[in-house]
């Protein structure tokens, strides 16, 4: 099938794949795996010929004996979409907005000359092949769902039976419900045999992701392939250190369990708020303890992200009422009362003004206590605290790693010695190793200064490894609460149930050894 | 961009000596020197009223400059900080009012409201630049309004609303340094088109008054005597050219040094 023999690539000089060594066999499926930068996607870029200007590559790309290294554009195009496909990350801007599903799906049938007619009919059939028989061709992407454009990504990756198809983190945007359920698609058009043998280039980020479909991996890290094998061997034996490195941090141990003494720092009762005639948080309560680190679970548009700006006075409630260390929270809350409840976001690029300093930026809740007199030696604290050193105050956002930058949003959130931390989704955006540090970083400040957290995320694995309690939510309401271990062994709601099931996991006797 | 920034240098240095210094009074007619060809005394000649051409030029690179200049002053003077409360209160009833106003004012066809405005308080420099510059409101107020909305949705803006700070204080704090590059290449943008129309203007008798010595004007005198001293009409205009161009250019220039991802695609 395709097969990179030696392959190394630089863009501007500057090396970014080195010596790259990978076979895609028919009929299977392979993952690649690497954490953000490590050259994975530019390595599929490579098989498709859409290298950025400026690029130059040594060794070699054949696809089934034909050289492609050396490939004109005019050629390329006669082997993108018909011998490979590709669906990326993010399907919401992958679609045309103006143009219907079956048109979409049945230009690139058009392109090679089939008559309109039997690329319609074809478009049909592929749609339907990706489980979307119920929709018609007609529908444009905005009336589609998520995981349904997805779907209609991959009809149209897939609407010339390419040999090969490769997927750039193809989940990653998804809910994990619809996760699983696109996971399932690819694994059953490479498994049933329907689609002449077709390949499956997987490149994930997410060790799970790969564990539950890939025949075979490859491990990447600054552009090289560092360990690769058969997915189950792989994972058993985990020789090199980074595959080890990566594993642990992907599945991070469950918090050991704590008695939280019950004195309550921030409560929420009967909480609603809507925007028109829509609910999007419904008769919510819940009650955050000193030292306590409650987990808010849901999928996206679940109202967990107003319901957190809300508890922040941003937006204000329609009923129920707030209470903050037993005074009124939210939107009536007093500037001294804001400067005892912050907040970490989720993207570690848009939460700084980037023409800002650290020490500026740091130093920015102080307009809610009015600047003090320490306030320099305060901000080398809360650095400090979160693992950076004070030379870095006059450093600017961009010269920070994506995990330095989490931290400084969480000295950021310090400096006013608040009781309340609120997570809004504060390790998604990190890669796993980074995530973990986070992660520990999180805890070791909860244990010295007590602090309560309101971590919210998507993701099950995190909220097991940090959160106490947690509360699961879905359209706008609390359908179950419980301390996390309970509720992981145990769950009584059905939703819990699908979520937790729809996890991708590494089976665990992969790793007993 | 250096092309445009070195054409736009020259005028500008051109119109700040003349502050100073013109070779030539341009207020004095000296008839016996008329429609003199170039010489040592008078690098570019004379025209038909014997006033040297060089010092005309640069004379009338400081009318246009100055129109042009303070015109875009009041189309960022006002246009920004509604663009910006505009963006701030998106949705609300005073964006609606402000953009609403944006869009009566862009309805009008500027010139001839420009014409209407010198026409009705007499023709000047002064009436130029406040026809000129109102025109220059909607545009600001708009560039800035669509560069501040997408920043209002970042989490550093709700970071610093946690943090307790207002509308306004967040506007000036963390949005109009973030648009400070859209708004920089704008007002290149205005500032040439502020030259055009004072030349247009002046040409037309609305803008600046004798004896003030005008781009536009020149070409207006010049006129006349276009087959038999063609200079005098084409100096000017290639004056009035190349202050564009260099605007324009120097514009498109800024545009890619401020933008990083256009910075990022050159490497």
């Known amino acids: 099938m395709i097969e990179l023999a030696d392959l190394s690539l630089s863009i501007h000089g500057m090396p970014i794949l080195r010596n790259v060594d990978l076979t895609v066999a028919s009929g299977e499926i392979t993952g690649l795996v690497g954490e953000s930068g490590s050259g994975k996607s530019m390595t599929a870029l490579a098989m498709i010929g859409l290298l950025p200007s400026g690029a130059t590559t040594t060794g070699a790309i054949t696809l089934d004996g034909r050289d492609l290294t050396h490939l004109r554009e005019r050629d390329w195009l006669g082997i993108r979409g018909t011998d490979i496909g590709m669906i990326f990350q993010e399907p919401m801007t992958a679609l045309n907005p103006v143009q219907t599903i079956g048109a979409q799906v049945s230009e690139t049938l058009r392109l090679r000359g089939t008559p309109r007619p039997e690329a319609l009919r074809i478009a049909r059939d592929r749609l339907d092949r990706v489980g979307l028989a119920s929709i018609p061709l007609d529908r444009y992407p905005h009336e589609l769902s998520g995981g349904q454009r997805q779907r209609v990504c991959i009809a149209l990756a897939i609407a010339h039976r390419p040999r090969l198809l490769i997927a750039d983190e193809p989940t990653t945007a998804l809910d994990v419900t619809t996760q699983a359920d696109i996971l399932d698609l690819l694994r059953g058009l490479v498994r049933d045999g329907s689609d002449d043998g077709m390949a499956l280039l997987l490149i994930t980020h997410d060790l799970g992701v790969v564990a539950g479909l890939a025949d075979h991996v490859a491990v990447m890290r600054h552009g090289e392939i560092v360990e690769r094998g058969r997915t189950e061997t792989l994972f058993r034996t985990h020789a090199h250190a980074y595959t080890r490195d990566l594993l642990s941090a992907s599945r991070p141990l469950p918090r050991a369990a704590r008695t939280i003494a019950p004195s309550p720092v921030l409560q929420a009762t009967d909480i609603t708020r809507s925007y028109g005639g829509f609910r999007a948080v419904a008769d919510v309560n819940l009650t955050l303890n000193r030292g306590e680190c409650l987990g808010l679970v849901g999928e996206s548009g679940c109202g967990k992200s107003t319901l957190a700006r809300a508890l922040l006075g941003l937006e204000p409630v329609q009923g129920g009422r707030i209470d903050l260390l037993g005074k009124p929270g939210g939107t009536a809350m007093t500037r001294a009362d804001r400067a005892k409840i912050s907040v970490v976001f989720q993207d570690p690029y848009g939460s700084f003004n980037p023409r800002w300093t650290v020490r500026k930026l740091v130093q920015e809740p102080f307009h809610l206590t009015g600047c003090p007199r320490d306030a320099e030696a305060r901000a080398t604290d809360a650095l400090n605290q979160v693992g950076l050193t004070v030379g870095d105050l006059d450093k600017y956002p961009h010269e920070f790693s994506g995990g330095q930058r989490q931290r400084i949003a969480i000295a950021r959130a310090l400096i006013t010695e608040p009781e309340v931390l609120v997570l809004d989704e504060a390790v998604s955006a990190l890669d796993v190793r980074v995530r973990a540090q986070v992660l520990a970083l999180l805890e070791n400040l909860q244990e010295r200064l007590g602090l309560a957290y309101l971590f919210i995320t998507h993701d099950l694995t995190v909220v097991r490894a940090i959160a106490d309690r947690i509360l699961i939510m879905r359209a706008g309401r609390i359908v179950e609460q419980g301390k996390t271990a309970q509720v992981f062994d145990a769950p009584q709601h059905d939703y819990t149930r699908t979520l937790i099931a729809a996890a991708p996991v590494i089976p665990a006797d992969w790793l007993a050894a | ?267």
Do not use: C
């Not at chain 2, 920034?5 to 119109?15: G, H, K, N, R």
């Not at chain 2, 220059?136 to 708009?142: D, E, L, T, Y």
């Open chain 2, 1 to 267: 961009m250096a092309l445009g920034a070195a054409l736009t240098a020259i005028f500008t240095l051109a119109a700040m000596i003349s502050v100073v210094w013109v070779p030539y009074d341009t207020s004095v007619l000296t008839i016996a020197n008329r429609t003199l060809p170039p010489s040592l005394a008078h690098p570019l000649g004379t025209d038909h009223f014997g006033r040297d051409l060089l010092s005309m030029l640069m004379a009338g690179a400081r009318t246009s400059i100055a129109v042009a200049l303070v015109a875009v002053g009041i189309g960022i003077g006002a246009g920004v900080p509604l663009g910006l409360a505009a963006a701030a209160r998106h949705g609300g009833w005073l964006d609606e009012i402000i953009m609403r106003g944006n869009d009566l004012i862009f309805a009008f066809p500027s010139l001839v409201i420009a014409i209407l405005i010198t026409a009705v308080f007499g023709p000047s420099a002064f009436n130029a630049i406040l026809a000129i510059g109102i025109f220059n409101i909607p545009v600001f107020a708009r560039v800035a309004r669509g560069g501040a909305l997408p920043l209002w949705t970042l989490d550093y803006i709700k970071a610093a609303r946690v943090a307790g700070k207002g509308r306004g204080l967040i506007s000036v704090q963390h949005i109009l340094p973030n648009i400070a590059s859209l708004l920089i290449v704008q007002a290149t943008i205005q500032f040439s088109l502020g030259i055009l129309a004072e030349a247009a203007l002046s040409y037309i008798g609305l803008g600046a008054q004798p004896p003030t010595p005008s781009w536009g004007r020149m070409l207006a005198d010049a006129q006349t005597l276009i087959y038999s001293e063609p200079q005098l009409a084409i100096l000017p205009g290639l004056a009035i050219v190349g202050m564009v161009l260099g605007l324009n250019l120097l514009g498109d220039g800024l545009r890619d040094a401020l933008d990083p991802r256009l910075r990022r695609v050159r490497g």
